[in-house]
């Protein structure tokens, strides 16, 4: 027989003990999924983006390449386009979040830790919009996207209002925005030293069994050609 625990006031509890626990996990492992998932498509959309799939800003004809169909070239020529290779920061940590959920492992101080992960964002776009752009890339923007071009622009007026003493170059600024974005982005993850470890052991296991598996796929091939 399921034990019960009485409530305030005598009255009996509305579930069996241990049952508030279990759903507590259930949650916790269902938000996790639906994290992880998330990064999925998202990396699935930005990574097979194609500069000639139609999007809110090129309206084609041509069928999109991209995984997702119209929506991931949408999606991916709007995320790009905004905050370029900085885009990889909500990924990272929604897929860090995810694994954390999904292992059962809680994510203290959710809001804090989403409000760093905003402010990496916008560091790190500010970060790659200091690099120099290749000739290859497919925007107008530079590798931080709009929001990186602003803000550096901004930055580089505001040095030059205030008449520093010495000279700040965009370089200099994309170096301090890449560091407080590699803290920022610590503080946002919200893993210690043993979840780090066993993040990185569950990747080398991952990689492991994708190359035993692409091994095995190339050895089937060979037989059968």
């Known amino acids: 027989m399921n034990t019960l625990t009485t409530r305030a006031g005598g009255a ?91 292992h059962g492992l809680a994510v203290s101080s959710p809001s804090w830790r989403g409000l760093a992960a905003l402010m990496t964002l916008a560091l790190s776009s500010l970060a790659f919009a200091a690099l120099d752009t290749p000739g290859d890339w497919p925007f107008m923007t530079g ?31 994309g170096i301090v925005a890449g560091t407080l974005a590699a803290f920022g982005l610590i503080i946002a993850l919200g893993m210690s030293f043993s979840d780090w470890r066993a993040f990185v052991a569950a990747l080398a296991r991952a990689a492991h069994r994708a190359a035993a598996g692409l091994a095995r796929a190339g050895s089937w091939l060979i037989r059968v050609l």
Not at 150 to 168: C, E, F, K, Y
């Open 143 to 173: 590798l931080g996207g709009f929001a990186g071009d602003l803000m550096l622009a901004g930055a580089l007026h505001g040095i030059d209002h205030w008449r520093l003493p010495m000279r700040v170059a965009a370089a200099d600024i």
């Open 12 to 102: 009996p509890p509305l579930l069996p003990a241990g049952a508030s626990a279990f759903l507590r996990r259930a949650l916790r492992q269902g938000t996790g999924i639906v994290l992880l998932g998330t990064v999925v498509l998202g990396v699935a959309a930005i990574f097979s983006y194609a500069p000639g799939d139609p999007s809110l800003n090129s309206a084609t004809g041509n069928a999109p390449e991209n995984l997702l169909g119209h929506a991931g070239a949408t999606l991916a020529d709007l995320v790009l386009q905004v905050a370029g290779y900085g885009a990889a920061v909500p990924l990272l940590v929604l897929a860090v979040w995810g694994w954390r959920l999904t």
